[in-house]
């Protein structure tokens, strides 16, 4: 069987499913992987990060296994396709598309009985992604990892009610949509929203409500909408997305207090985990809601992913795409800005519009470079905090050490607990290192010590 025969089959394969084509690194890494080359070597062939080549692979194996029924990885990827491709007597596929492997036999894959497979052919799912981003799967970096602890929560746990959170920037909706784009098929019903763009939770279930009761033209719409909400979430696997949820939490209080308007909120949040029901809600926060501390994970299907920077290898990638020269100081600016994809991005237009592309030259300033659009971020931010914590902060970015509970008792005029709640509150909002020694000290990340240090000088 020729390469050419086995990249038509994938591509045919991965259109079924998908409804688009193979890219180049798909087929280099299709390529690499059929004349049983590493992924270090593909990498370094197509000019990628080997974490890059293994994602795109995961990606791959991952669409193949759902379409032909079987657990297809990089090791047994050959010898499957070889074995099935033999067989003489054609059945429908999953995907109900025909293969032709050129001059060999026409072959089709059938994954379930007639029974099962007529059903699963009927079902189609719903979705309303109309304000979710679109995610190109070729500038999806890393988070191969994540993806996997996604997929196992929701899809294998059975998670009712589930926080990704972290910084700005991080990559916390991107990570929700890619995760989405891969798994659409396993819905009923799969919507987005973002808090930022809803007024009340009142008009939120009532656009709920309508938008998945068009599954079910018996549900009517009425004032017990908690209890038709839970109702539809049984009766259907529906997978719902709420964004920007740090937007019903008060500012200039602890992290995740619902604003007075939005207190029924927590409720609802609630009442998804400690229902029995079949569905899923994401909530995507740069706050942790305290109902995902103060609800037991043993008794309830509840869990949070909390995002950290990228690799190196991943936010080299990112680096990669702007061009910029000095490769031996990509490293360094990766470090230097936290992995952090947004502040990459950011940074990397900057030096391209003042340093000529030259990394190195923005690097020989010395001082940590915050551009405008991240000050914003921080200022964002820091006018969230309550008076406590900006206490905290403004004491541990004036200390060239890293600060203990001790330390903070003795230059700042708060009391043990204000202190204690405040580094809580400092961490539930992804600002605050914490550093496990025999005495436990905290710190602020360099960047945002930067940024104090340039608040207290303007003000």
């Known amino acids: 069987m020729s390469i050419t025969e086995i990249l038509q089959f994938a591509d045919r394969l991965v259109f079924a499913h998908r409804g688009k084509h193979l890219d180049d690194i798909q087929e280099t890494v299709i390529k690499g992987v059929w004349q049983g080359k590493t992924y270090e070597n593909i990498a370094q062939e197509c000019n990628r990060s080997e974490s890059r080549i293994r994602d795109v692979g995961y990606q791959l194996w991952k ?11 990089k090791s047994n990827f050959r010898s499957t396709i070889e074995r099935l491709q033999i067989q003489e007597k054609s059945s429908i596929c999953r995907t109900n598309c025909n293969f032709n492997f050129g001059s060999q036999t026409l072959y089709q894959y ?25 995610i190109n799967p070729t500038y999806f970096y890393g988070r ?11 899809l294998h746990q059975k998670t009712r009610l589930m926080s990704v959170l972290g910084l700005s920037g991080i990559g916390k909706t991107t990570l929700v949509k890619r995760f989405i784009d891969l798994n659409i098929p396993q819905f009923d ?3 987005w929203r973002n808090l930022k763009l809803v007024k009340s939770l009142n ?12 599954q079910n033209q018996n549900i009517l719409i009425s004032d017990e909408q908690f209890t038709q909400f839970l109702d539809l979430l049984s009766r259907q696997k529906c997978l719902i997305v709420l964004d920007d949820v740090q937007n019903i939490f008060i500012s200039r209080k602890f992290a995740g207090q619902y604003q007075t308007q939005h207190t029924e909120y927590q409720n609802l949040f609630q009442a998804i985990a400690q229902t029995e029901h079949q569905s899923c809600v994401i909530l995507i926060s740069q706050e942790k809601a305290q109902e995902m501390t103060a609800l037991d994970r043993e008794l309830y299907p509840i869990q949070c992913l909390e995002l950290e920077g990228l690799d190196n290898s991943a936010g080299i990638e990112i680096i990669q795409e702007y061009k910029l020269q000095d490769r031996d100081y990509w490293l360094k600016l990766n470090n230097i800005y936290l992995g952090n994809p947004l502040y990459l991005q950011y940074i990397c237009t900057l030096i391209k519009d003042i340093f000529q592309d030259l990394a190195s030259q923005l690097i020989a300033e ?20 309550s008076d406590i914590e900006k206490q905290i902060v403004l004491k ?41 020694t025999n005495n436990t000290l905290f710190s602020l990340s360099p960047l945002f010590k930067e940024y104090m240090k340039n608040f207290q000088m303007q003000n």
């Open 63 to 73: 669409t193949f296994s759902e379409s032909l029924g079987e657990d297809i990885n």
């Open 110 to 134: 059938q994954k379930y009985s007639q029974d099962s497979q007529t059903k699963d052919t009927a079902k189609t799912t719903f979705q309303d992604l109309s304000i979710a981003p679109t």
């Open 144 to 154: 191969t990892k994540e993806l996997e602890i996604l997929s196992n929560y929701i």
């Open 189 to 191: 019903v799969v919507i």
């Open 203 to 214: 008009s939120l279930m009532t656009d709920l409500l309508k938008k998945i009761s068009l």
């Open 366 to 385: 010395g001082n940590l470079i915050i551009t405008e659009e991240m000050k914003l971020l921080f200022d964002t931010s820091y006018q969230k905090m």
């Open 396 to 436: 541990i970015s004036k200390s060239d050490e890293n600060l203990s509970i001790e330390d903070l008792k003795k230059s700042c005029s708060l009391s043990s607990i204000d202190i204690i709640n405040g580094l809580q509150s400092l961490k539930r909002r992804y600002l605050l290192n914490q550093i496990k």
